[in-house]
């Protein structure tokens, strides 16, 4: 990582939220004056004592401290000592958080000094992937985790339990750490995000960040929406033109969907494979598993914009599947990438073998990109209306003998899915892949409330949960909210309070709720400055919903502890929604 935690991090201070208060005389100048000084001395002296109490996000399982309480001390003689194998990348992590934010390196060794200690080793614990044990006591911070990610996680409730600088260039903060012994272990193995860079591109550096956001909540699936109607964003060699032509759009429109103009302004990028390597790897390092979507068959507009063969009816203009009044901006003669928002009619044709050939070849350059288990097919949100005038896809069903267009959206996924079995991998869908007759090894992603997830669980699939109305991280999460949302509401309260496994479910069954996953749909979120803003706090609230055992949850507990994660927020210069931490009837 070498300094890369949070590439792109400008030194500047994070007391943004600290602004001065408007004066109405010279008067009151002084005294706000006076008051600014005093609350800085109070701040400047709590620095190095009052933060560094106890406040973990997620909630770990058990802590509990030594009567008599005690602190160790992190200093520059400190050292980090990998006792376990394979356990560099961990210190590294370690290593240059402590740089960043505290301006201390530590010497790591395998040479255990006996006390001034940070000790990385392994214990066994059955209790799964992520598992760890921690103690600090006068010797050291000793972490003992049940296999590798155990061991990061723990070093993730470390950096927590460090007191908070309040600049940047805190390199003065003592770093007290109080005795304690912590037992830690996820409740969920599924514990993810989902980023859409289609509707909106974010940068390399931006897509590191997120995932250090994911690494920071002890979060392990990055699940990374590539392609869409508005973007193609992930360069395949064999096809040039998907990003040549289908990374870009002429414009975007303006104000929420269908909008008031359009912007003119031509917006794209795309993720070359080098940019791809370079973040799995950033990713691999923070025990982080990416999961690739590409659109099929609908949400395919960019694609089919490239090859426009794509589409049951390559002639037919785009904007001709568009109400008149729509804004459009620069030419719109033929297949164009999408400018504006929602579902749209021109899908991947299901007749034509051109179709399967190319989302093969496509899958061929995406699979050895990507370590991870599964390939997300998507799935969601595609028209029939295509496939019911098309005489290829009408040819095809035919001859499958297949009965209405549902189930020849299930032909598509199935047909995909054994090639993409084929290669070693599983595949994901969100939850109209139901739709007449799942794949049989597929996991169903519950998008439109529970009731899919609920269905495939009873069907013996693997279930990730994201119901739009409890993990949309693109909905409002202010009543009066003053940045331009898709709308919707969901609070703080309503996320921390979701509860993944549903009650209409057997403790047999409810075993296939791999976990959840909260949605960053991006057609209202156009800067990564925005993008934390709507994650932050309602991400961190999700952590615990992932992690921390269900009798554990607290949500008084939650609301003292997000105090201290505001500042880790600001911290990390990482931009969040101050009104939704204060508890207020106007929100
Ligand atoms: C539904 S969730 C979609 C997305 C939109 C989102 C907006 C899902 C599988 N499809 O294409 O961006 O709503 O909230």
Wanted: aromatic share 12%; glycine share 8%; proline share 5%.
């Amino acid at each position: 990582m070498n300094g890369a935690l949070f590439p792109g991090q400008v030194d500047k201070p994070i007391l943004r939220s600290y602004q001065p208060a408007q004066s109405f005389s010279v008067h009151l100048q002084q005294i706000t004056f006076t008051m600014r000084l005093l609350s800085l001395l109070i701040l400047t002296l709590s620095a190095s004592t009052v933060f560094s109490q106890i406040n973990i996000i997620p909630q770990p399982v058990s802590i509990t401290q030594p009567k008599g309480s005690g602190n160790f001390t992190i200093t520059t003689s400190t050292t980090i000592v990998l006792a376990g194998g394979n356990l560099e990348k961990s210190a590294q992590y370690l290593n240059d958080y402590l740089q960043l934010f505290y301006h201390i390196k530590l010497e790591v060794t395998k040479n255990n000094p006996g006390q001034n200690t940070i000790v990385l080793n392994f214990d066994r614990m059955d209790k799964g992937k992520g598992a760890y044990g921690m103690n600090v006591d006068q010797k050291g911070v000793y972490i003992g985790g049940d296999n590798e990610e155990g061991v990061f996680y723990g070093i993730q409730t470390l950096i927590q339990l460090l007191p908070i600088p309040l600049t940047q260039n805190a390199g003065s903060t003592k770093l007290s750490i109080p005795y304690l012994s912590i037992t830690d272990y996820p409740r969920f193995a599924y514990r993810g995000l989902m980023l859409d860079a289609g509707r909106h591109f974010f940068p390399v550096s931006f897509v590191k960040k997120f995932i250090d956001y994911l690494a920071l909540h002890k979060m392990n699936y990055f699940h990374w929406h590539l392609t869409e109607d508005q973007g193609w964003r992930i360069e395949i060699k064999k096809y040039p033109r998907l990003t040549e032509v289908g990374a870009w759009r002429n414009g975007t429109i303006i104000g929420r969907f269908p909008g008031t103009g359009n912007d003119g302004q031509r917006y794209g990028g795309f993720y070359t494979q080098e940019d791809v390597k370079e973040i799995v790897a950033y990713a691999q390092a923070r025990y982080v598993t990416i999961i690739p979507e590409i659109e099929m068959p609908g949400h395919g507009g960019a694609a089919i914009a490239a090859y426009p063969n794509l589409s049951c009816f390559p002639d037919r203009t785009t904007k001709s599947e568009f109400p008149s009044n729509s804004f459009w901006s620069g030419d719109t003669t033929g297949k164009k990438v999408v400018q504006s928002w929602s579902v749209y009619k021109d899908v991947f044709c299901a007749g034509k073998e051109e179709t399967f050939t190319f989302l093969q070849d496509v899958l061929d350059e995406i699979i050895p990109l990507f370590p991870g288990p599964y390939i997300h097919v998507g799935g969601d949100e595609c028209p029939k209306d295509h496939w019911k005038q098309c005489p290829n896809c009408q040819k095809r069903m035919k001859d499958n003998r297949i009965s209405d267009e549902r189930s020849l959206q299930s032909y598509f996924v199935q047909r995909m899915e054994k090639y993409i079995n084929s290669k070693g991998k599983t595949i994901i869908g969100w939850d109209e892949i139901l739709e007449g007759g799942l794949a049989p090894n597929a996991v169903v992603m519950s998008w439109r409330g529970e009731k899919g997830g609920i269905e495939a669980a009873k069907q013996k699939h693997q279930v990730i949960m994201t119901p739009s109305d409890y993990v949309y991280l693109d909905y409002s999460q202010l009543k009066k909210e003053d940045t331009l949302t898709i709308g919707g509401y969901i609070d703080l309260e309503k996320i921390y309070k979701y509860e993944p496994s549903p009650k209409e479910l057997t403790a047999a069954q409810s075993k296939y709720i791999l976990g959840a996953q909260g949605n960053v749909w991006s057609e209202y979120i156009a800067y990564p400055a925005t993008l934390e803003y709507m994650i932050f706090p309602r991400a961190t609230a999700l952590s615990e919903v992932v992690w921390t055992p269900k009798v554990k949850k607290n949500w008084d507990g939650f609301q003292k502890r997000m105090q201290t994660q505001a500042r880790r927020y600001e911290l990390w210069n990482a931009q969040y929604c101050k009104a939704c931490l204060t508890k207020s009837s106007t929100k």
